[in-house]
């Protein structure tokens, strides 16, 4: 199918680091993250989140560390599940310390403010014995003080020099399986400050507009600022920042990805904005086949066009394609016609069809994988 395509992007090159089995940078796909919001001290509730958010299809979760009885229940968090995780810690070594003894993928950190170098060393060996790599994470909201009164606002050479600085820290301790962030609120500020830092080192960057807004206008500003550097081969793994429950910033990563031809999961849909020649409701048709199609993982590329005037042509390059007509609906499979569907029923039978070509096609990709 012709829009599951190539993406034309060219990958900044950078080194590979793997968060758990999770590879990031090189040539592993962009891998798309979330963090809980639950109070960590609560096992029960952030386990619960965080398979919340495999089943979205997280590849990574970030879970907040902010004391030594959360160190303890990130430890027994870790056992129930599945995915890599990466605690965020801020001032406190020793809490990097005890996570990593209880298995931690990936320690967010910033060396700069841990405070003295026995402390950056004690935490940088601790990473290096166990093979855990350490996220810088620079925010225009929390720069150093000096940094606030040289630059007297911040800007993107303030945020590109303050993850210089906690490089700088790692390269003297000749630690480098590392990945960086600058994350901003503003999209140009974020922009400018990811692409400076591009081309000053090797690892791998975690893409991120930080506190992005509510759902809407947080998905909108991410996409655009996102948009803007993986279009230009900047960003190696991402986070949407959105206030909403962290389910949707999975959704919303993998949709810009997927805009990008750089991932593909789930279903691809191609849908008219609807018009007075629409034939059947498109609006509330496409609201029902969402949400009742959120589980398939499967890339599948849907159509659902209300008239005849660019539904063929649309449906035509689709997996499954609809197209508005009187008397009847017309459903193309593969791009051929394939029957004809009447308005009462139409969700439920478009589902069965999509649902039917996407175990087909779950089916042909296993066995092409086997004979691989």
Not at 16 to 45: F, L, R, Y
Not at 230 to 237: R, V
């Amino acid at each position: 199918m012709a829009m599951h395509s190539e993406s034309p992007i060219q990958r900044r090159p950078s080194r590979k680091i793997w968060i758990g089995p999770v590879a990031v940078g090189g040539d592993a796909p962009i891998s798309v993250q979330s963090m809980t919001n639950t109070d960590t001290h609560d096992v029960e509730a952030t386990v619960a989140q965080i398979r919340r958010l495999e089943a979205a299809g997280a590849d990574i979760v970030r879970v907040s560390v902010p004391d030594m009885d959360a160190a303890e229940a990130f430890g027994r968090i870790k056992r129930q599940v599945q995915l890599p995780l990466v605690a965020d810690i801020h001032f406190d070594y020793q809490i990097a310390l005890r996570v990593a003894e209880l298995g931690v993928d990936c320690l967010r950190i910033n060396p700069g403010n841990i405070g003295r170098e026995d402390r950056v060393r004690a935490v940088v060996d601790a990473a290096r014995d166990r093979g855990i790599p350490i996220r810088i994470g620079v925010n225009a909201g929390s720069l150093e003080k000096d940094l606030q009164k040289k630059y007297g606002e911040p800007t993107p050479q303030a945020l590109l020099e303050s993850a210089l600085r906690h490089v700088e820290h790692l390269d003297r301790l000749d630690f480098q399986n590392f990945k960086v962030s600058v994350k901003a609120s503003d999209v140009f500020m974020a922009v400018a400050a990811y692409r400076l830092l591009a081309g000053q080192i090797e690892q791998p960057l975690h893409l991120g507009i930080t506190e992005a807004g509510g759902l809407r206008s947080g998905t909108v500003k991410s996409a655009v600022g996102l948009g803007m550097l993986l279009a230009e081969g900047i960003g190696d793994t991402i986070r949407v920042s959105l206030a909403a429950d962290p389910v949707e910033e999975i959704k919303v990563g993998f949709d810009i990805l997927k805009s990008l031809h750089l991932r593909s999961r789930g279903i691809n849909f191609i849908a008219c904005p609807s018009c007075s020649r629409q034939n059947f409701d498109v609006v509330k048709t496409m609201n029902e086949l969402e949400t009742r199609l959120e589980d398939l993982l499967v890339p599948l590329d849907v159509a659902v066009i209300g008239c005849v005037v660019n539904g063929p042509g649309e449906a035509k390059e689709a997996h499954v394609g609809l197209t508005g007509g009187t008397p009847n609906n017309l459903v193309y499979i593969d791009g051929k016609p394939a029957q004809k569907l009447g308005n009462e029923n139409l969700v439920d039978e478009l589902e069965r069809l999509i649902r039917r070509k996407a175990a087909e096609k779950a089916a042909a990709d296993a066995s092409l994988i086997v004979r691989s």
